[in-house]
């Protein structure tokens, strides 16, 4: 009798446990909801005409995962952007796609996203839901076609479901698969880092982080605007060009000579995570960055005024001034259950 009751009771936990475990990663309707972060402004992309569903963000997700993406299967949005490094990429300076190949600039954090007006390091890219496009064509990166990507799509039985699930029909398009991407990458949104909690009262900083952040507002925060951390604009922040990538930058977009070596001004949010630094990851330590600014070496004619105000920094200063970036990490966001690899849980 009592092995009885206690084979029920296991079967119990089991069954409870089982239920707990699938559902801990279920993905509810207030998981996509947008909630517009204190004090940011209006997002630049709205989700207009792509309704947040839960449904389609998990689709979304999965192709964000998913090597089918590339020509090869291996590469996947996520081989480069690495969801522990904000969605940049530790470790390695230059892009790596399929076959190993490098591409010629540095990844980029994937983060507030729907507040910037353009992608890229140059913006050749106005549109989130479009900027899938550039990395699964291009032949360094992913090397495919939408269109052979929908071909494998539809032969995979999984997807065919997911795409039913998430549109009430079986079709599966491009623009299906851009605004389930754009929904994903939409909703990366940080905005708790103890910055944003100091900035609400609800967090202290030390003296050096108090001192930073005044540096920051001094120096910095011209171009690297609070609370994204980016005016959204293109600088030339006198980084010398290496030769060997003799890359145009802005210039390359617009065509015209003073936008040449002009970079998107990214955001720091996340910054101790998406090292190596720069559209070319030329620096790998914060610590290269402020020796950068504090004797910045190039000084072309389009290198922005606000350079030749910074000045030379002390070493005091410039640790302060790290201390304070280093209150950007946002480990609600870097730990965010919503952004896991589907086909880990
Ligand atoms: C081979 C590496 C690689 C792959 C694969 C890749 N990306 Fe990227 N991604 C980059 C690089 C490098 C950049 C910056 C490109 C530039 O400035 O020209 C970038 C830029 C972006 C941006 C713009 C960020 C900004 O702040 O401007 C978004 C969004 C993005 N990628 C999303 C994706 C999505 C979605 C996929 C999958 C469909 C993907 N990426 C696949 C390397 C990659
Ligand atoms: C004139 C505008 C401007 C000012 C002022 C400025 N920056 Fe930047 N910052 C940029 C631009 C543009 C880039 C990207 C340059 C590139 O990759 O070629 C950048 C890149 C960075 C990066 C690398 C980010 C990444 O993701 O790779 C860090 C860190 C940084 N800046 C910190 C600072 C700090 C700290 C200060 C103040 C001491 C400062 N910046 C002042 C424009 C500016």
Redesign the pocket.
């Known amino acids: 009798m009592r092995n009885k009751t206690t084979v029920i009771l296991l079967l119990v936990c089991i069954a409870l446990l089982a239920f707990t475990a699938n559902n801990y990663f279920l993905i509810t309707q207030n998981d996509v909801t947008l909630k517009i972060p204190k004090g940011f402004p209006k997002p630049y992309y709205k989700f207009k005409n792509n309704t947040l569903s839960p449904e389609v963000f998990v689709l979304g997700r999965k192709l964000?995962y998913d090597p089918i993406?590339?020509k090869d299967s291996t590469?996947?949005?996520a081989?480069?952007?690495q969801r522990i490094a904000a969605f940049a990429h530790f470790d390695h300076p230059l892009?790596?796609?399929i076959n190993g190949l490098i591409?010629k600039?540095?990844?980029?954090a994937?983060q507030n996203?729907i507040w910037?007006d353009t992608?890229?390091?140059?913006g050749?890219?106005n549109n989130?839901e479009v900027?899938?496009i550039n990395?699964?064509t291009n032949p360094?990166?992913?090397n495919e076609s939408l269109e052979h990507v929908i071909e494998k799509l539809r032969l995979n039985e999984m997807y065919a479901a997911e795409f039913k699930i998430a549109f009430n029909d079986t079709a599966i398009t491009s623009e299906r698969i851009l605004k389930a991407?754009a929904q994903f990458?939409g909703l990366m949104i940080s905005a708790d880092s103890r910055y944003d909690r100091y900035i609400d009262g609800k967090d202290t900083f030390s003296t050096s982080e108090k001192n930073g952040l005044a540096l920051f507002r001094k120096k910095c925060a011209s171009c690297h605007e609070e609370p994204l951390f980016t005016d959204n604009s293109y600088r030339n922040n006198g980084l010398k060009p290496d030769p060997s990538l003799n890359d145009k930058g802005r210039g390359a977009i617009t065509g015209l000579e003073f936008d040449e070596y002009k970079f998107?001004v990214?955001s720091l949010r996340n910054i101790e995570r998406s090292y190596p630094y720069m559209?070319d990851g030329r620096f790998r330590k914060l610590k290269d960055v402020l020796d950068h600014y504090s004797s910045p070496g190039n000084f072309a004619p389009n290198t922005a005024r606000e350079m030749y105000e910074i000045g030379k920094l002390s070493e005091p200063d410039k640790k302060d001034i790290i201390a304070f970036l280093l209150t950007l990490t946002d480990n609600t966001f870097l730990y965010d259950r919503r952004f896991i690899d589907p086909f880990m849980q």
């Open positions: 964000f993406l590339s590469i996947s949005c081989s480069c952007h892009s790596h796609g591409g600039r540095n990844v980029p994937l996203l910037q992608y890229m390091w140059d050749g890219v989130l900027q899938p990395p699964l360094v990166e992913m991407l990458t998107k990214p559209h």
